[in-house]
């Protein structure tokens, strides 16, 4: 009987790994999410994205670009499925983390709110593509550039291809 237990449990993981790229403000940047869903509308969502911030340096007259991080955990909603499930509207809400970069700034890392809307077109039963647009919170002031640009805020736009298991 735990043998049988054990493997409803582990048929019933839905596992989604994505490759994302990121446009907000005057950032570009590509990440990777981890979900984990907790039933057909509902996951838990864990996004790494590697961002940069185009700007000058104080003291300097060459433009460069500036990488930042960010992490996000948040949950995903279905909203509604379309053709049999293969076009689903989502909404995604949750905290972001914002590591701190000595290289923009000395304040310390911030933590900031988003609000995503998509839609997810599944190609076939494991690979997806998704289109997510919406905002995140305050971002921060990159004190050490000129003109002290705030970034990781603002209006995101997000392109993912994904899999899941």
């Known amino acids: 009987m ?3 237990l054990l493997t409803l449990s582990i048929n019933a993981i839905d596992l989604r790994v994505s490759l994302n790229t990121l446009t907000i403000q005057d950032c570009e940047g590509t990440g990777g999410t981890l979900a984990y869903a907790i039933s057909p509308k509902f996951e838990i969502e864990s996004t ?8 000058v340096k104080i003291g300097n007259t ?11 955990l948040g949950v995903r909603y279905y909203l509604k499925s379309y053709l049999d499930s293969q076009i689903r509207l989502f909404v995604s809400i949750g905290g972001e983390y914002l590591y701190k970069n000595t290289k923009l700034t000395d304040k310390t890392d911030t933590f900031n709110s988003y609000g995503l809307f998509g839609v997810d077109f599944a190609i076939d039963s494991s690979w997806n ?15 050490k550039l000129l003109n002290t640009p705030n970034y990781a805020h603002g ?8 899999y899941r298991f």
Request: glycine share 12%; no cysteine; charged share 20%.
């Open 48 to 55: 790494y994205t590697e961002a940069y911030l185009r700007g």
């Open 155 to 162: 209006f995101n736009s997000i392109v993912s291809i994904g």
């Open 129 to 143: 593509m998704e289109f997510l647009m919406g905002s995140s919170g305050k971002g921060e002031d990159a004190t």
């Open 2 to 4: 735990l043998i049988t």
């Open 62 to 72: 060459k433009e460069s670009w500036n990488s930042f991080q960010t992490q996000r």
